[in-house]
């Protein structure tokens, strides 16, 4: 598929992947989602991606769904766009490699959505946060109902999805809905690092660490933790694991293969 609405190039072992419709603040419309879609499952395919950074072109990271188009939709319409929407974001979220969102700027709805989507925030300094769908007689449809309160906890988003307000990068990295508050000039660099430092890891204990975490947030504790044990078994079978022991053992730095 042809984009026209993202970019999407691999340097190094990293997929970036960057909403560019800037006219528009990269709001999320049919043809954004549907490019979204087309490219999480090539990366889900391609052994040459080994981490994941997405990002916004411009001022803005993605400014919510494209209300322009979500206006003239009507009830069954809307209804198909919000799960189509959803189905990126769970897609994003289950993609067998790290994602990290380098956040430049606004993340709103939508865009607040696809960031919550990703496996670590990255919010330049300039960064601004929100869920304002309340101001157009809607609720978060992207997910945000159910992974803000998972983040921040339940009392924090229901305060932000009530509100609409709109949160600086520091109140997102004191309330928990992003792990990093960067300068603006440093962000894609920073995201670069911490993504080779996760490439530098045994890539199925990354791939597995990723399947636990994710699969236990969605069970009971009893669940989860034997969940956990069977990713764990998948990881003690691999040759990264062998390797990765005997190297500590032989103080020297261990050479991972991903088998
Ligand atoms: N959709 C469509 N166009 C947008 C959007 C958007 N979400 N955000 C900005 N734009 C456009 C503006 O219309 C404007 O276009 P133009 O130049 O042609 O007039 C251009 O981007 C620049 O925007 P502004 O002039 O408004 O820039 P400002 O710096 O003055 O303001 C803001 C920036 C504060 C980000 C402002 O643009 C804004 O409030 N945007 C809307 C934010 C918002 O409400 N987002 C939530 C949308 S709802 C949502 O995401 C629901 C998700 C689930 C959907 C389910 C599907 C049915």
Do not use: H, W
Not at 78 to 107: C, H, S, W, Y
Not at 146 to 161: D, E, S, T, Y
Not at 233 to 253: I, Y
């Amino acid at each position: 598929m042809d984009y026209r609405n993202i970019l999407f190039e691999v340097k190094e072992g990293i997929g970036y992947v960057t909403v560019n419709r800037p006219k528009a603040l990269n709001a999320l419309n049919t043809e954004v989602l549907t490019e979204l879609d087309d490219v999480f499952r090539r990366i889900d395919d391609d052994d040459r991606v080994k981490a994941v950074i997405v990002t916004g072109s411009g001022r803005a990271f993605v400014a919510g769904a494209d209300i322009a188009q979500m206006s003239e939709l009507n009830g069954i319409e809307g209804r198909d766009m919000t799960i189509q929407g959803q189905k990126v974001m769970e897609l994003i979220e289950a993609v067998n490699k790290p994602v990290i969102a380098a956040v430049n700027g606004f993340a709103l709805g939508g865009g607040c959505e696809l960031a919550m989507a990703c496996d670590i925030r990255m919010a330049s300094d300039k960064a601004k946060f929100g869920q304002p769908e309340v101001n157009l007689g809607i609720i978060p449809g992207y997910g945000g109902t159910q992974r803000l309160p998972r983040l921040v906890g339940k009392g924090m988003a229901k305060k932000l999805i009530y509100s609409a307000e709109m949160i600086d990068a520091q109140e997102a990295y004191r309330i928990g809905l992003v792990e990093y508050v960067i300068p603006a000039d440093e962000l894609m660099a920073e995201a670069e690092k911490l993504a080779k430092t996760i490439m530098s890891k045994a890539p199925i204990a990354i791939k597995m660490a990723k399947v636990a975490v994710n699969n236990g947030l969605n069970t009971d504790l009893k669940t989860g933790v034997q969940f956990e044990a069977e990713a764990y078994t998948s990881t003690f079978v691999s040759e990264d694991r062998v390797e990765g022991m005997k190297a500590f053992v032989e103080k020297r730095p261990a050479e991972f293969k991903g088998k």
